[in-house]
């Protein structure tokens, strides 16, 4: 796997190739400010890039405006976001297309390496990873008008779980229910959330960003 990263902490950005290429993913090009990323996703050699949301010259939205951009040029790239602070517009920003094959994780998560390698590897194979933190700040958020409201609180934790990119085995054991109970919550939320039989994964992205959005 290839990897194009843009961080413009020096330190960060020399550990981050550093724990990437230690898990076997090679950095094909490591950049520190916007338009040297905007270059870098130019390129067609790379598998997923790994992006700051906020990179010179303004520190502002370039990293995941470039992302948008080259998602918009190359539907379904690989984008694992990474952050200071919890800004969940940024990942509905990032989910809106329905294409999947994207993240947001704060910067923290780095730290436990094994899990941060499992996310990129998660993103570049198609699947979705929203951190923990940003689901939580949706959650304690205002009330969630319909179709959201039709979904049981059992229901809506499965979405949430959903959120943070756990598979229904995954979610299963979290929630220490069996595989099948998932399935079966799943399948209701696909129905009350009005999405039509398609691709799992498609379903999946679409029901989050119906939960982001608050539908």
């Not at 050699?45 to 370039?62: G, K, N, Q, Y």
């Not at 405006?65 to 602070?85: C, D, I, N, T």
């Not at 436990?112 to 958020?141: C, I, M, N, Q, Y």
């Not at 809506?156 to 979610?171: K, T």
């Amino acid at each position: 796997m290839r990897a194009v990263l843009a961080e413009d902490q020096a330190l960060l950005r020399v550990g981050l190739t550093r724990i990437l290429e230690a898990g076997g993913i090679e950095v094909a090009e490591a950049v520190d400010n916007a338009p040297a990323l905007a270059r870098a996703l130019e390129r067609d050699d790379f598998d997923v890039a790994i992006l700051d949301v906020r990179l010179p010259p303004t520190h502002t939205t370039e990293g995941i405006e470039a992302a948008v951009a080259a998602r918009a040029r190359r539907p379904g790239l690989p984008v694992l976001v990474l952050s200071q602070f919890v800004e969940a517009l940024y990942a509905r920003d990032l989910l809106a297309g329905g294409e999947g094959a994207v993240g947001y994780l704060l910067k923290d998560r780095v730290a436990d390496v094994d899990a941060f390698l499992e996310s990129v590897d998660r993103v570049a194979s198609g699947g979705t990873v929203l951190d923990p933190e940003v689901v939580a700040a949706l959650v304690s958020g205002a009330a969630r008008p319909r179709p959201l409201a039709r979904l049981t609180p059992r229901e809506q934790e499965v979405l949430g779980l959903m959120a943070e990119g756990r598979s229904n085995a995954a979610i299963a054991a979290r929630m220490f229910v069996t595989e099948k109970a998932v399935g079966k919550h799943t399948n209701n939320i696909f129905a009350k959330l009005e999405l039509p039989p398609a691709a799992d994964d498609n379903r999946r992205v679409l029901a989050v960003l119906a939960w982001l959005d608050g539908a």
